[in-house]
């Protein structure tokens, strides 16, 4: 493991830098766009597409001797409805803090399963959900055609509200952890709603899947209102124009507080320089390089990344 911090870091990363492939543009587009489906046969272990099967719940150094409770709980944003499930602590208490994962691109919450269980199990009420339209294969309202990286940062950010008025949340000490696009718009969110936010945790976040837009197009108005598809998942203008809109390394400095990064470091979905770029814009964060880790962590490099992710929410739970 490798630890960058605001721009500071150990070893040289020149030869991670090369391995950057010069693509088409499309196939680039493809592969980030991908990123989340890539991951999710990676963690799942199966190749049955989208939402494949239940990832192994990562072992916790220290857990509770108490079962974690499991609870089905269907939220709402702009009236639609949000499936999802809360984890729970096995002992009760009156609030718990609390951590809100966000699944990548044509995948769902399956893919948090496992990390929900451990968050749980250190102490925290752990909320996976369905983006509406994140994959054909959601529980949640919408469809693929409907979705953007903004209709998700108004999923989450409903989510978020609803989360924080249960009775036993502490809403004062809410976390955001994301995969992939999830990552993305986590920290989209963590901008725009940074009182809200008390960390933020970033799994390979898909900083660069903008950039095929902004080659492609000279502004969201020469977007074509058309749906194209990408590997069988039918997306509509909406997530080009959305993703064309403003430039995420703009957006994700507004966020003050601490954020803890794990990429892998062969990772050639999403190549590691894109989240040492964003530790040098974030005021406070922390890069953790997973060696060998690509662009999902299974195994002992999944225990790795969450062991470190246990470490930033118990140094930051009140």
């Known amino acids: ?101 966000s699944h990548g691109f044509n995948s769902s919450s399956v893919l948090n399963e496992g990390y929900a269980e451990s968050f749980a199990k250190q102490g925290y009420a752990a909320y996976i959900f369905d983006f509406c339209g994140g994959s054909p294969s ?20 409903d989510v978020m509200d609803q989360v924080k008025a249960l009775d036993y949340v502490d809403g004062g000490q809410l976390f955001l952890f994301g995969l992939s696009q999830g990552g993305f718009v986590s920290a989209y969110t963590a901008a725009q709603r940074p009182d809200d936010v008390k960390g933020l945790i970033l799994f390979y976040p898909a900083f660069p899947l903008q950039e095929a837009y902004f080659e492609q197009y000279d502004s969201v108005d020469a977007i074509p209102d058309e749906e194209f598809e990408t590997m069988g998942v039918p997306l509509g203008a ?48 922390e890069l953790k390089v997973i060696q060998y880790g690509e662009h999902g962590f299974q195994g002992k ?18």
């Not at 999710?40 to 199966?46: E, F, K, Q, R």
């Not at 944003?77 to 984890?87: N, Q």
């Not at 990064?261 to 530790?279: F, Q």
Request: proline share 6%; with cysteine; aromatic share 6%.
């Open 1 to 101: 493991m490798l630890t960058h911090r605001n721009g500071r870091h150990v070893p040289d990363t020149t030869d991670r830098m090369k391995r950057k492939e010069s693509v088409t543009m499309r196939k680039r587009a493809t592969a980030l766009l991908l990123a989340a489906a890539a991951s999710l046969s990676l963690l799942a272990g199966c190749g049955q597409g989208g939402t494949g099967g239940t990832p192994s719940p990562t072992p916790d150094p220290t857990p509770t001797p108490e079962p974690v409770r499991v609870e089905e709980l269907w939220l709402e944003s702009g009236g639609k409805k949000i499936y999802g499930k809360m984890y729970l602590p096995g002992g009760e208490q009156d609030s718990y803090p609390a951590v809100i994962l």
């Open 138 to 157: 959601t529980k949640s309202d919408g469809v693929t055609t409907e979705m953007s990286v903004l209709t998700e940062y108004r999923n989450l950010s």
């Open 238 to 285: 909406i997530y080009a124009k959305d993703a064309r809109s403003f430039d995420i390394y703009e957006e994700i400095g507004k966020y003050k507080g601490d954020v803890l990064i794990c990429h892998g470091d062969k990772d050639t979905l999403v190549p590691l320089s894109y989240s040492e770029r964003a530790v040098e814009v974030y005021d406070s964060a």
């Open 301 to 318: 490099l999944a225990r790795e990344a969450t062991g470190y992710t246990v470490e930033f929410l118990q140094a930051h739970t009140d």
